[in-house]
């Protein structure tokens, strides 16, 4: 009764008090961004929760089950025997270093038939890349995982970067940023990749990449030479930001638009006259 | 010049003939000077010590960029060594230096453009032209000078001293024979590397013999001859190196096309190519194991490795060169010869 009472005295002040509190406007748009944060913190949370679950019941996967795996996702192309099909190449001893690499990247699935696999996001847990790495090895014997030695990054970083520039550097840059092959082919970029995509990629040569075998590299150099590209991926370069660390491409333009145009803007403001 | 009263109109200026031109009565007119605009300064007393104040914080704000570049000096040594002290170092003081300088350029301009006059002012232009009488005295001046010294007279002295300007920087030209090679022929040199039959084929640069049976399918393997590791910088390795360095690959021996001449010049499916462009001699390394292209990164010159690393794309003139191998009795790959044709780009008596 109270409320009805108030209400035509609240709706007749309206007009009168129209303009809120300068405060209102922000306290508003606290409020939203509250909300808002709050409703993606907490959806976060949750999927980082999924996420988790889904790893720890996957822990306990088998060869069995990479091999259900395997012939769910990967035998459309590959053969339900690693035999190959006409639409992809067979498996045999390629072993699991090479499935780590490949499915761990997330170059396989593939997406489409195209000059090169990219990498992608990865569609597979740890546990179930390793259930069907272990299944190829077990079917057909190939090169296995490399020693977590030879991962630990803390080999000759000096040697290693000459070793990375004679041998790497022509195709990945001699930074690492990666650089274009031929036909739509790329070497793509070094940074962020695990030690252990990078020891793979090197001893079973991926798609166009050249294999640098263990006669060739050894897991030593193979180690100094991830020891290096981490040791220059921790440390940074002197340079300042390297604008991709492709070369005269980025630098030129950023000049180009950031330098003569600042020159060209501090021209008009030196010409112009004073008010 | 002390002929020269500097009035400014005088007849002495060069005027055009109207020629056949027609003289149009409402011919248009240079615009005059538009009037002077005061500007905010000029006429607020308040806005002037206001801009006054903008300048000289300006110049302060430099005194304290430029202090600041001392200070980060200190502030960031790089005694660690560690690339990002140095890093560090260097921004800080470059940022303080660059700020202080900008900081001046900002309050001059700022200083002329809005305190100093800026009452506009006709100058104008003297006529090119020199007087009459000056042209003749300087003339005058000349001929005396040539008397005097017997310049023109003298011929003895003028010639020699003709001779003389002229040999000067004949010594700089004759200095020019330094950067060819010596006692030797040029072109010998541009046509062979030092491969001989024989030779190791070594790792790059740890110098170690290559089995056959380590370069495995798809391998690629940076490759110099194993003499090299035994030059010195000061007997010309990288000479040498730069003309001798070899990319071997190894193919599936179906793959390989092979011309019934060097048919001997790869062994099981391995081959070994020159690594320079026969365009303009960059390192061809980018290699790709499964369509056996050759890229080289400078110019895109795409050579086939399947077929004699034949120029399927871009400037390069001739495929690159084979270096033909073998293995010894040990197993480990060797040279048969040295290249068959000189390595590289084009030059004067290779085309």
Not at chain 1, 128 to 139: E, F
Not at chain 1, 176 to 197: D, I, R
Not at chain 2, 299 to 309: L, T
Request: overall charge negative.
């Amino acid at each position: 009764m109270a409320t009805q009472k108030h209400r035509p005295k609240t709706s007749a002040k309206a007009p009168r008090t129209g303009r809120h509190s300068p405060w209102a406007a922000a306290a508003l748009i606290g409020i939203g961004l509250l909300v808002t944060g709050g409703a993606y913190a907490g959806a976060m949370a949750a999927t980082a929760a999924a996420g988790t679950a889904e790893t720890s019941v996957a822990t306990s996967l088998t060869t069995e089950d990479g091999k259900k795996l395997f012939q769910a996702n990967c035998a459309t192309c590959h053969g339900m025997d690693l035999q190959g099909t006409e639409n992809g190449p067979n498996l045999i001893g390629v072993g699991a270093m090479s499935v780590d690499f490949q499915v761990g990247t997330g170059r396989m699935p593939l997406q489409a038939q195209g000059p090169q696999a990219p990498s992608k996001p990865v569609q597979f847990t740890d546990a179930q890349i390793t259930a069907m790495a272990d299944w190829v090895q077990s079917v057909s014997p190939g090169p296995g995982m490399p020693d977590e030695r030879y991962l630990d990054g803390q080999g000759d970083a000096g040697r290693g970067a000459e070793l990375f520039r004679i041998n790497c550097a022509m195709c990945h840059n001699v930074g690492g940023a990666g650089g274009a092959l031929t036909e739509g082919k790329y070497a793509p970029a070094l940074e962020g990749v695990l030690p252990q995509h990078i020891y793979a990629a090197m001893a079973t040569g991926p798609q166009n990449m050249p294999v640098f075998n263990e006669m060739y590299l050894t897991p030593e150099d193979k180690r100094d030479i991830i020891s290096a590209l981490m040791w220059s991926y921790d440390n940074g370069t002197p340079g300042g930001y390297t604008l991709g660390g492709i070369g005269p491409v980025s630098e030129g333009l950023f000049i180009w638009i950031f330098g003569i145009g600042g020159l060209v803007a501090v021209s008009v403001w030196i010409t112009a006259k004073s008010n | 010049m002390a002929h020269d009263d500097g009035s400014l109109d005088d007849g002495r200026s060069f005027v055009p003939s109207t020629g056949l031109a027609v003289v149009v009565p409402d011919a248009p007119t240079a615009p005059a000077l538009p009037p002077h605009r005061e500007r905010v300064t000029d006429k607020d007393p308040a806005k002037m010590r206001s801009a006054v104040r903008t300048v000289y914080t300006w110049f302060y704000l430099s005194v304290a960029g430029s202090i600041w570049a001392i200070a980060a000096y200190m502030l960031f040594p790089i005694e660690d060594g560690r690339w990002s002290s140095i890093a560090e170092n260097n921004m800080f003081i470059g940022i303080g230096s660059a700020f202080a300088l900008l900081a001046i350029g900002i309050g001059a301009i700022h200083w002329s453009k809005a305190v100093m006059s800026d009452v506009e002012h006709v100058e104008h232009r003297h006529p090119t032209r020199g007087k009459d009488a000056t042209r003749e005295l300087a003339i005058e001046a000349f001929s005396d000078a040539n008397e005097d010294s017997g310049f023109g007279r003298r011929t003895m002295i003028r010639n020699s001293l003709f001779a003389a300007l002229i040999a000067f920087p004949l010594p700089g030209i004759v200095l020019f024979r330094g950067l060819a090679p010596h006692g030797v022929d040029p072109v010998e040199l541009l046509e062979h590397t030092m491969w001989k039959e024989g030779m190791r084929l070594v790792k790059d640069p740890t110098g170690t013999p290559i089995r056959a049976a380590d370069v495995t399918i798809g391998s690629a393997v940076h490759v110099i001859p194993e003499a090299l590791t035994e030059l010195s910088h000061h007997d010309g390795y990288l000479d040498e190196k730069a003309k001798a360095i070899v990319l071997v690959m190894r193919l599936r021996p179906e793959d390989l096309i092979q011309a019934p001449d060097k048919v001997d010049w790869s062994y099981d499916g391995i081959v070994a190519y020159s690594k320079v462009c026969t365009h303009v001699g960059c390192p061809v390394a980018l290699y790709e194991q499964h369509t056996h292209h050759l890229l080289c990164p400078c110019h895109q010159s795409q050579f086939d490795v399947k077929n004699h690393a034949a120029v399927i794309f871009g400037p390069a003139a001739r495929p690159l060169p084979q270096l033909p191998i073998t293995v010894d009795a040990d197993g480990y790959l060797v040279a048969r010869s040295d290249f068959q044709e000189p390595v590289g780009p084009s030059f004067w008596e290779r085309h």
